[in-house]
C-alpha cells in the first residue's frame, strides 16, 4: 500500500468512526488496536485479521443506522455472534465494520402453549432450553458449543448438533425471522403458522452465513421433553464395522434421537478429560440415544442391542440411570477440546455423506492419513453422515498448516465423490471456499451470486464469503490459488 492509499483509507476511518459516534454510545465503537484483538477471528482461530472498527449496538434501530451509514458509505460489514463458528465465516476485514450482537441477548417471549419461543439472536443455544424447562420442553439442535454458540450464528450456519437425526437441524426447529438488510429495512421472514405463501425465504436465510441481511429476532420451535431418554454405548474393534453398524440401525426401521461415532483417538482423549467410562481398547464406540414413551423406548433399546451385536460390537452397554446417560453424553461433546489435549493445534473438517458410504470413507480419510502423515481424530454425527474428522497438526512446524488445508481438502472433494457435500453445519466461510468450486458448476454458482445480488447489490455483507467468483474456481481449477489466499491478500495466519 502506498501513501496515498494509507492516506485516503485512514481518511475514511476517521470519517466513518464520527458518523459512527453519533449513531452509538462511544462505548459501543471499538476502533483502538487492542480493542480489536477479540475480534480478529472464529473458532477457526489459523486465520486471523482486525476490523477497521467493531460496533456493539443494543437495538434494532441502532443496527439499521449502522447498516444504512455503511450502505451509504459503501463500507462492508461483517455481522458476529460469539464467534464459535469454525468456518472463518465471521472472520472481519480491515476496511469494514465488524457488527457485534452479543448485547441482543433477551428472550422477548415464550409460549408453551403454541410451543415456540421469540429470542434475539445473542440468546445462548443452551439458555434457551434451560428458560423453557419449567414447561417441559426444549429446544431441539444441540451443537458441541451450545453452552456458548448464539441462536443468531446458528440460523446463519444451519447447525445441527448430536440429536438432529431424529429432530432436524436449525432449518427445521425455527419458525420466523427478523432481519435487517444492508439499506437498513427490517423484514418478517416466516410467520406465525406452519407454513406460509410465497418462496421459503426462511430456509433461504438459514445457512446464509449473514451475507444477505443480519438477524436481530428468531422464533424458535419447542419439542415436549420426552418421557424418557436411553444411551447404549457399543464398542468395536474396527471402525469399518462401527460405519456399518450405523446403516443397520437405521435398516431396522429405528431412528434414534441421537447416533454419534468417535474413534479410538477421540475416545482416549475425552475419557482422560471427562472421565466418561468409555472402553479405552474399542477402536471406535458408538453412542446411541432413544428417546420416547417409555414401552417404545424399551423396545428399541432391545432391538438396537440385538442389531449391534451382530454387527459385531465386542461390548454392548446400556446407561444405567440418567446421571450415566448424561455422563455418556458428556464424553462426546467435551471431544473437541479435549483432542486439543493430544497436539499444539488441530484442524476441524465438516463434510457429510450418505450413511451407505461410511466405511469406505473411513477408510479413505485413514488412507490419507498415512500419505500426510498427520493424525485424525473421528468424532461426528453417524446417524446423518456429518464427518467432522479432527486432523492434528503443529502451526509452529513450517508448512505443516498448508499440508493440513490440503489434507482437509482432500476430505471434502472425497465427499462430494461419494455423493455428500463440504459441509453439514460448520458453512463454508472462507475455509471451504476453494471446495465450493469441485461441488458446483458455474451455471449453479452463478445463481448463487444472483440470489446474493438480489439482497445485497453492492456485495457489502460479509463480502469473499461462502460463494465463490467464477475466476477463483477457475484458477483453483489450475492449482494456481492457494486456500485463504483470496479474498484476503494480506491474511496473517498463525
Known sequence: MNMTEHNIQAGNKVSLLKALLKLLPEDAVLHEEEDLHPYECDGLSAYRHLPMIVVLPDTFEQVQAV??????????????????????????????????????????????????????PGVRNLAISQAVDQFGLYYAPDPSSQIACTIGGNVAENSGGVHCLKYGLTVHNIQQLKIITIDGELLTIGGSGLDSAGYDLLALMTGSEGMLGVIVEVTVKLLPKPERAQVILAAFDNVVKA???VGNIISAGIIP????MMDKLAISAA??????????????????????????????????????QQSGATEVRTAKDEAERLTFWKGRKAAFPAVGRLSPDYYCMDGTIPRKQLPRVLEAMAELSKDYNLPVANVFHAGDGNLHPLILYDANIPGELERTEEFGGKILELC????????????????????????????????????????????????GKAVPTLHRCAEFGAMHVHKGELPFPELERF
Do not use: W
Not at 76 to 98: C, E, F, Q
Not at 272 to 296: K, Q, S, W
Open 67 to 120: 447498516l444504512r451509514l455503511c450502505y451509504q458509505c459503501e463500507v462492508p460489514v461483517v455481522a458476529r455472534g460469539a464467534g464459535t463458528g469454525l468456518s472463518g465465516g465471521a472472520l472481519p476485514l480491515d476496511n469494514g465494520v465488524l457488527l457485534s450482537l452479543a448485547k441482543f441477548k433477551d428472550i422477548i417471549h415464550i409460549d408453551p402453549k403454541r410451543r415456540i419461543a421469540r429470542v434475539q
Open 416 to 463: 462430494v465423490e461419494v455423493g455428500g457435500t463440504i459441509t453439514g453445519e460448520h458453512g463454508v466461510g472462507i475455509e471451504k471456499i476453494n471446495q465450493m468450486c469441485v461441488q458446483f458448476n458455474p451455471l449453479e454458482l452463478t445463481q448463487f451470486h444472483a440470489v446474493k445480488a438480489a439482497f445485497d447489490p453492492q456485495s457489502l455483507l460479509n463480502p
Open 271 to 308: 475419557e482422560d478429560f471427562v472421565h466418561a467410562g468409555y472402553p479405552l481398547d474399542a477402536e471406535a464406540i458408538l453412542l446411541c440415544e432413544l428417546d420416547g414413551t417409555n414401552e417404545e423406548v424399551s423396545e428399541h433399546v432391545a432391538k438396537v442391542r440385538e442389531v449391534l
Open 243 to 245: 460405519g456399518e453398524a
Open 257 to 260: 434421537a441421537g447416533l454419534e
